[in-house]
């Protein structure tokens, strides 16, 4: 399976714009910048969206463990949140924190804690970062 986003830049790397789309057209020609990637304005950015890609990847790969212990959850919500810090060679993202929230009937919080580490580490997603990914997982009653 093969799946692709673009992007294509106009201008200089501090005046400059670009857009970013998916194969999908799930995001199309959303545009970013260096002030909506350093300076929160509106547009969006690569961490933001690898966010989201990490994040969707994750609650995915934590549907289909619990599935494999026959769990269903009634609901997941979750974060990632992605750190890019200055490195003496430039900017590097240097770790993602995932949060997740989950309502599992009947689960214990052993069995969560063990299922929500193995789709941590078995997520496609984290297995291509070369960042420390932390976890926190919250069972909600």
């Not at 547009?43 to 790969?61: D, R």
């Not at 769990?71 to 770790?95: C, E, N, S």
Request: neutral net charge; glycine residues 8%; proline residues 4%.
């Amino acid at each position: 399976m093969n799946r692709y986003g673009t992007a294509a830049w106009l201008g200089s790397f501090k005046t400059g714009s670009g857009i970013i789309s998916t194969e999908s057209g799930a995001l199309k020609n959303a545009p970013y910048s260096v002030s909506s990637r350093f300076d929160g304005l509106p547009g969006t950015n690569p961490e933001e969206l690898l966010g989201a890609a990490h994040a969707g990847c994750f609650t995915m790969a934590f549907a289909l463990i619990m599935g494999e212990a026959k769990f269903t959850a009634d609901r997941m919500d979750t974060q990632a949140l992605v750190t890019l810090d200055k490195v003496p060679d430039g900017y590097a993202i240097t770790a993602v924190h995932l949060t997740i929230k989950a309502k599992i009937p009947d689960i214990d919080q052993a069995k969560f804690d063990e299922l929500v580490n193995l789709a941590k580490n078995g997520c496609p997603v984290s297995k291509v970062l070369n960042a420390k990914i932390s976890l926190t997982a919250t069972l909600v009653n």
